[in-house]
């Protein structure tokens, strides 16, 4: 099956601690059906030094399932994504406005 969200889409989140929050795909996990949101969903990941990098604290986004994410389109709203074959190609495009993605 294609994929509805990919890397660089700009997304709001649906639920969770972060619900209406905006931010960037930075990676998607097809396999695990969960997608990394830049400045979202942070815990705090407790690291040991070692000789290239500081120990303590450090914040990291962890993954957000896809389901809990919807695309935002050029209204700045939360919408799905379709697909349609333009020119003999699948392209996707937002629900609301039928603009291609």
Do not use: W, Y
Not at 48 to 66: E, V
Not at 67 to 79: I, R
Not at 82 to 88: P, V, Y
């Amino acid at each position: 099956m294609a994929a509805k969200l990919k890397k660089g889409d700009k997304v709001v989140v649906l639920a969770g601690k972060d619900k209406g929050k905006e931010g960037e795909i930075t990676s998607v996990s097809p396999k695990t059906g969960k997608a990394v949101v830049d400045g979202l969903n942070i815990a705090i990941r407790h690291t040991r030094q070692s000789q290239n990098s500081q120990g303590g604290r450090i914040p990291q986004a962890m993954p957000i399932d896809l389901s809990n994410l919807a695309l935002v389109d050029s209204n700045g709203k939360p919408t799905r994504v379709g697909f349609r074959m333009e020119d003999g190609k699948k392209v996707r495009f937002a629900k609301t406005t039928g603009e291609v993605v």
